[in-house]
């Protein structure tokens, strides 16, 4: 089947407006992870899903930020009132008990430009 | 907490040379160690894993070891290629399954 999918794949904002990016995993994978990667921080963790629920949210760095999951499926990551340090390119993954939880796939990301 | 520590790069090859990329972690316990890799363009992709101390994980030629004594899952390849020009990630995965980064190494090989 199709591998994990998010859209938009860029996008561009101003500062102080809200935006949604959109994660859709491998169908059946249960757990799903949000990452942002960033020229300063490199690679980091922000949320991880088991079903609906998230049992670690320690990686979202504000308040600002927000993330939810329905279906076991589709899942949102919400930035209000975005900042230019919010810029990164933010990255889903999707894993199962069938193929090891430990190997994470990870779909192609949401480039986010804050102006 | 738990970390890793990768080599800096750019580390520039010549094709058919030898590749090591250090990386070393920080945990408490025996985490799974990963290797990941991102093309240019692409998304990130999981090139390697091991999951316990001495297992080594393989793929399209590169191989690391996990040495528990040495707390390192180095990644090293016999002869490179062009192709394998890209940003390389190590990684564990602590006990809540999140994988924490190392901040990744860029690899050039010129023909």
């Known amino acids: 089947g199709a591998g994990v999918s998010q859209s938009p794949s860029n996008k561009v904002t101003e500062k102080g407006k809200d935006v949604e990016l959109r994660c859709d995993p491998i169908?059946?994978?249960?757990?799903l992870y949000w990452y942002r990667q960033s020229l300063g921080q490199g690679l980091e963790f922000l949320i991880y899903?088991?079903?609906?629920?998230?049992?670690?949210k320690s990686g979202l760095p504000s308040d600002r930020f927000s993330a939810e999951r329905t279906g076991g499926s589709v899942s949102t990551l919400t930035i209000q009132r975005t900042q230019q340090e919010d810029s990164a390119v933010y990255l889903c993954?999707?894993?199962?008990?069938?193929?090891?939880?430990?190997?994470?796939?990870f779909g192609p990301g949401t480039r986010l430009l804050v102006l | 907490g738990d970390s890793v520590t990768q080599m800096e790069g750019p580390v520039t090859l010549s094709e058919e040379a030898f590749l090591t990329i250090n990386c070393t972690y920080t945990?408490?316990?025996?985490?799974?160690l990963f290797w990941y890799v991102q093309y240019p363009g692409e998304g990130l992709q999981l090139l390697l894993k091991?999951?316990?101390?001495?297992d080594k994980g393989s793929n399209k030629g590169f191989e690391a070891t996990y040495r528990k004594e040495t707390t390192s899952f180095h990644l090293e390849k016999g002869s490179v290629q062009v192709s394998d020009s890209a940003v390389y990630f190590c990684?564990?995965?602590?006990?809540?399954?999140?994988?924490?980064f190392g901040s990744g190494t860029r690899l050039l090989v010129r023909p």
């Open positions: 993954a999707s894993s199962s008990r069938g193929a090891g939880w430990e190997t994470q796939y």
């Open positions: 169908s059946g994978h249960t757990a």
């Open positions: 899903f088991q079903g609906n629920s998230a049992p670690d």
């Open positions: 945990a408490t316990g025996y985490p799974s």
């Open positions: 091991a999951t316990k101390a001495d």
């Open positions: 990684a564990l995965m602590d006990s809540s399954y999140k994988l924490i």
